[in-house]
């Protein structure tokens, strides 16, 4: 049986683990930073860690990323992407009145900045008075309003959440926009499929230019383009070694072992660049996953 570690119960990756793998049994390890995600599978404590690493609303996860770029060596392994559905979540008989919820009666409101940032319009619109305050992640934030009843305390989460302390969605899906999705990947040391399952192939890598390179960027691009080799992502990030020092990060939909991805890094190689391969793996999309259940989350 694998052995999953994550987030606390309740939050987004824990659902997202749960749709992952369905009625497969795994052992899950719920921690409640993110750091001690990671390096759970650095330590032998887990087969693989779940990572969230980019949102529909906010892009890419900053800390995360960071993560796996500067402070763990472990491989990604699998990626897929599950919709991010936020609620407010808190005491029914606290905060209704003739059976309407009251929001003038909510003082405050805890959850992730993340999930937080993804709900900007309602909270704009129905909780100008609320004071916001942000914590380590949504799970975090519903066992803390759980723990202060009858203070006007609201937490920004899932449904699962929710059920888990003993509370109740005060207003469902309050995200911004409905097509709110996260792609989450597992990192550990050993590759993973799941049987049956249609999945694309993806290779992450990062590109670090050669200082004083004019054009070393348009040189790298244009290895990937002349060989037809879709570029679904590329981001720049801060190597940390010295102010303007970027590396690029870049998503291959194409397999680490094939005859043109592997031409395409000797050439760039070739250029002075250096190439680092964060992982080759399967990518699934949410309705290649489970496609009876395409209309949740719409």
């Given at each position: ?259 043109l991805l592997g031409a395409a890094v000797a ?32």
């Amino acid at each position: 049986m694998r052995t999953i570690a994550l987030l606390p119960e309740g939050t987004v990756s824990h659902e997202a683990v749960l749709y992952l793998f369905g009625d497969e049994e795994v052992r899950l390890k719920h921690y409640k930073q993110i750091s001690d995600v990671f390096l759970s599978v650095v330590n032998g404590e887990a087969d693989y860690s779940v990572i969230p690493v980019e949102n529909t609303i906010e892009g890419s996860v900053s800390l995360h990323m960071d993560w796996l770029v500067h402070e763990v060596d472990v491989p990604m392994q699998l990626e897929w992407v599950y919709p991010s559905i936020q609620n407010l979540i808190g005491r029914k008989n606290e905060f209704e009145s003739e059976g309407q919820v009251d929001y003038s009666r909510i003082k405050r409101v805890l959850s992730h900045p993340v999930a937080m940032a993804q709900c900007q319009q309602f909270i704009r619109t129905h909780l100008p008075q609320a004071e916001l305050e942000n914590v380590g992640s949504t799970a975090e934030a519903i066992q803390s309003v759980a723990s202060h009843a009858g203070e006007g305390w609201t937490a920004i989460g899932t449904v699962l959440g929710a059920e888990r302390y003993g509370l109740d969605p005060l207003a469902r899906k309050i995200t911004d926009h409905n097509n709110n999705f996260t792609r989450f990947v597992l990192i550990g040391p050993e590759k993973i499929e799941l049987a049956g399952r249609k999945a694309t192939r993806k290779t992450s890598i990062l590109v670090t230019l050669p200082a004083d390179f004019p054009g070393a960027l348009h040189q790298v691009l244009s290895a990937f383009a002349w060989r037809k080799l879709n570029l679904s992502r590329i981001e720049s990030r801060p190597t940390k070694k010295k102010l303007g020092n970027y590396y690029f990060y870049m998503d291959v939909l194409e397999e680490v072992e094939s005859i043109l991805l592997g031409a395409a890094v000797a050439e760039i190689e070739a250029l002075g660049c250096q190439v680092r391969v964060l992982g080759s793996y399967p990518s699934y999309t949410y309705t290649d996953l489970q496609p009876e259940l395409k209309s949740e989350g719409d």
